[in-house]
């Protein structure tokens, strides 16, 4: 075993790791890492925002109503449909009857008027703006119900398997649900896809109409790290809110749903926050294309004696507190290799592990071109190799 900087490289064939290992059950040698914190919560989710490493969980999966968690859908597809360019910000959006009557928290449309749709995307991340968001989806899909089927699509697609959509708003509706893990995905798919609108979850008030109305998620007057995502409330569903962070550039996601009160949502959150920021950090091992120690191979028939290998993806890893040197790198690639030889061609994997769990895995590839080598040199080797 050969250590560089912090991290073991051992040349071996890859075994087989158990990814389903909770992250503080595989930790090896360090500071003890205490027990998640228990929330006055349905279901809750603490992950990673980069890589989605789960770092705490309580019924992740059950399936509770979202309230108007429901609209980070709604905003998700409109800034999809903003970013590929199939409408602008700068679009009219008409508002209608229906719109305009829906109930519950507004961002006060009126009917007959048109709207720009940044307004509207204002009115529903802000605002939280039943109307805005009846107005986005018949815009952007001819009715509601047709973009509940856009919205179902777009969950699956995702990978969000315990969610079904009925509206856009959130407003009580049979059959209409999500779970904390999928909004988690979807929290972090909308910070990762469209980071040109992201910073609108991190506005603390908008005005529409001469109404001033303040940012629901009282998070973002706290805490300055804080910086999204949504807040949601019905009698059903209870007070629930996603909310991400970042400090020195670890970026946390947290869903917290049915809890009692919004003051209870804003304390259960930070209590998830402090415990991840407190316990956990984010490295990155090896950036793309970085050219991994010791991993020199023996190249036959080429110009060149040998050649070094280099990740094709970047090595991203969530550890707990204190565990720098307990990770290590395993190295999967045969120890001799035939030119001729492209840069990039792959020829194994590496694994960044923490006992037996795997924290991150890439292709690994040649880091330079091999040319094939003249008739004697391929000759020798030829030889060279039958009594290798």
Known sequence: MVRFSWIALVCMLSVGANANVPLTEAMGNG????????????????????????????????????????????????????????????????????????????????EGTEVRLEDLLRG?????????SVAVAEYLAGSEDVFADVMNQTAAALGMTN?????????????????????????????QDFPETYPIYAEKSFTYNDIKQANRNTLLFRDPSVDGLKTGHTEEAGYCLVASAERDGFRLISVVMGTASEKAREQETTKLMQYGFRYFSGQTVFDAGAVLPESERQVW????ESVALKTVDPLYVTLPLGRESAIEATLDAPDTL???????????????????????????????????????????????????
């Open 31 to 110: 500071p003890p890492i205490p027990a998640a914190p228990s929330l006055q919560s349905t279901g809750y989710l603490l992950i990673d925002a980069r890589n989605g490493e789960v770092l705490v969980e309580h019924n992740a999966d059950e399936r509770l109503p979202p309230a108007s968690l429901t609209k980070m859908m709604t905003s998700y597809i409109a800034e999809r449909e903003i970013m590929a360019g199939r409408v602008s910000f700068d679009d009219m959006v008409p508002v209608s009857v229906k719109a305009w009557k829906t109930g519950g928290s507004r961002m006060f449309i009126r």
């Open 124 to 132: 529903i991340i802000i605002q939280s703006g039943n109307d805005a």
């Open 163 to 191: 969610t079904q959509y009925k509206n856009s708003t959130g407003l009580p509706d049979e059959g209409h649900y999500t779970s904390a893990r999928d909004l988690a995905i979807l929290a972090q798919r909308t910070i």
């Open 301 to 304: 028939y080429g110009e060149a």
């Open 338 to 388: 035939d030119a001729p030889l492209a840069e990039g061609d792959v020829v194994g994997s590496v694994k960044i592990m923490l006992g037996d769990r795997v924290l991150a895995e890439s292709p690994v590839a040649v880091a330079s071109t091999i040319a094939e080598g003249g008739f004697f040199k391929r000759w020798m080797d030829y030889v060279l190799r039958l009594f290798a």
